[in-house]
């Protein structure tokens, strides 16, 4: 048993949280600058959180084993 607490990966943290089922919620991107001659359609769909496929999941769960 190590004495030391794991740490958390500091890119992960701020890129990823969990939903109240353990599923990784992750925001979408390409919607930060040169909005003006992307469709409205694309820029409302951006705003929502995306939830990330189960294969990728494994990947952040251990990149934050506290989240």
């Given amino acids: 048993m190590p004495k030391t607490k794991m740490k958390s990966n500091s890119g992960a ?5 969990f939903t109240a089922t353990g599923k990784v919620k992750f925001k ?4 930060s600058h040169i909005l003006t001659h992307k469709d409205t359609k694309v820029k409302r769909k951006m705003r929502q959180t995306g939830i990330l496929p189960p294969e990728d999941e494994r990947r952040v769960h251990r ?5």
């Fill in 28 to 31: 979408k991107a390409k919607h």
């Fill in 13 to 17: 943290k701020k890129r990823f949280s």
């Fill in 63 to 67: 990149m934050l084993p506290y989240g």
